[in-house]
């Protein structure tokens, strides 16, 4: 059974950073492309960032790159996401999710074969 568990979201302020973690269990780590969604209340869940299997390859939304940094570990099965200078707007439940796609960065959430229960950040002002 395949099991993603998200680790590390929490309450901060504007300006401080986080540093969240996805354990992957039940899959072959390395043979997929690993990504962090985020939804906000009465938003629609986008992606954040994403990295394939060696992370030779990688995306953001823009806007995110500057300060948010996503990268793997494949001898640990857990794929990480700093994130730095955090903002109020920020303020979302943070998925990780897999798709067995290794090589190719996909940033349509249907492409995505399995899930995290999601974390909840949330940045004050």
């Known amino acids: 059974q395949v099991q993603l568990v998200e680790s590390g979201g929490g309450l901060v302020q504007a300006g401080d950073s986080l540093r969240l973690a996805c354990a992957a269990t039940g899959l072959t780590f390395r043979d997929y492309t690993m990504a962090w969604f985020r939804q906000a209340p009465g938003k629609y869940r986008e992606i954040v960032a994403a990295i394939n299997w060696n992370g030779g390859d990688t995306y953001y939304t823009a806007g995110m790159r500057s300060r948010f940094t996503i990268s793997r570990d494949n001898a640990l099965n857990t794929v990480y996401l700093q994130m730095n200078s955090l903002k109020p707007e920020d303020t979302a439940v943070y998925y990780c999710?897999?798709?067995?796609?290794?090589?190719?960065?996909?940033?349509?959430?249907?492409?995505?074969?399995?899930w995290g229960k999601g974390t909840q950040v949330t940045v004050s002002s």
């Open positions: 999710a897999a798709d067995l796609a290794k090589a190719i960065v996909d940033i349509r959430d249907a492409a995505y074969d399995y």
